[in-house]
């Protein structure tokens, strides 16, 4: 059976860093292309950062460019993001993901194949 479960989400203070990670079980995590999407109350679920499984590329969104790190670690079938420099409007669930396989990494709902059942992150003082 194809499972994802996150693991580090918390209450955080502004300026503060989480890690979260998302272990994979029932297929090869390094087969597809992983990442995290994140939904606020309100808002539709939004893509935070994905990396590819075979070339190496990633992405990131505007919003955690340079504060947010994605990475893998195989061995271990988990994938990872590092995320510094919190900000309230960070908070939200923050979901893992394993997506279709495609000609370059995309980083989209639609490319999803597997959802982890979501971690709370909330950044507040």
């Known amino acids: 059976q194809v499972q994802l479960v996150e693991f580090g989400g918390g209450l955080v203070q502004p300026g503060g860093s989480l890690r979260l990670s998302c272990a994979a079980s029932g297929f090869t995590l390094d087969a597809y292309p992983t990442g995290w999407f994140r939904q606020a109350p309100g808002k539709e679920r939004e893509a935070v950062s994905c990396?590819?499984?075979?070339?190496?590329?990633?992405y990131y969104a505007d919003s955690v460019k340079g504060r947010f790190t994605i990475s893998r670690d195989n061995a271990k079938n988990t994938v990872y993001l590092e995320m510094n420099s919190l900000k309230p409007e960070d908070t939200a669930v923050y979901y893992c993901?394993?997506?279709?396989?495609?000609?370059?990494?995309?980083?989209?709902?639609?490319?999803?194949?597997?959802w982890g059942q979501g971690t709370q992150v909330t950044v507040s003082s």
């Open positions: 993901a394993a997506l279709l396989n495609t000609p370059r990494l995309y980083c989209g709902r639609s490319r999803v194949h597997s």
């Open positions: 990396i590819s499984n075979s070339d190496g590329s990633v």
